[in-house]
């Protein structure tokens, strides 16, 4: 009898170890799956003071600087972002969103080369008074955000 009650605490220890094992292998493998999933975002001035590294993804976004739209050849675009403290350039290849236009906010998503935001995405605001909740707080933190008056 003595020899059932410790194969069975023996067998019970084996499950709860192999259970905290498989724990640490699916927490490691969504981990990893959801590595190139997550994308900060940066305000011009930010990248500005603290470059990303090479290759890193992220989003940038802050107001179309006026004047700046330049449309090359094919679908290339180039124009500047800025939060009124940092100007970044950008370019992107592909289409722009509808509402996309100077002056506004916008995000994109892509890659620094240079001391140029290579765009892959490009987001623009869907109405008359919608910011990006991330460009509203970079433009907040430059002492330069006005809320806009809902009719104006």
């Known amino acids: 009898m003595a ?3 410790g194969l069975k605490k023996q067998r019970r220890v084996q499950i709860i170890v192999l259970a905290f ?3 640490g ?3 490691a493998l969504i981990g990893y799956a959801m590595k190139d999933g997550i994308n900060f975002f940066r305000s011009p001035t930010q990248v500005a003071e ?3 590294k090479a290759g890193e993804v992220f989003r940038i976004g802050g107001l179309v600087v006026d004047g700046s739209l330049v449309r090359g050849e094919g679908e290339v675009i180039s124009f500047e972002v800025t939060d009124t403290n940092h ?4 370019t ?3 289409i722009l969103p ?17 001391d140029k935001f290579v765009a892959t995405e490009i987001l623009a605001k869907h109405d008359e008074s919608y910011m990006p909740k991330e460009v509203i707080d970079a433009l907040k933190e430059q002492g ?9």
């Open 87 to 90: 100007t970044v350039p950008v």
């Open 25 to 27: 292998v699916s927490t």
């Open 3 to 5: 020899g059932m009650k």
């Open 98 to 114: 509808d509402l996309f236009s100077e002056g506004t906010g916008m995000i994109g998503t892509g890659t620094m080369q240079g």
């Open 50 to 52: 603290e470059p990303p």
């Open 92 to 94: 992107y290849s592909g």
């Open 144 to 152: 330069v955000y006005q809320e806009s008056t809902p009719g104006s």
């Open 21 to 23: 094992v498989a724990l």
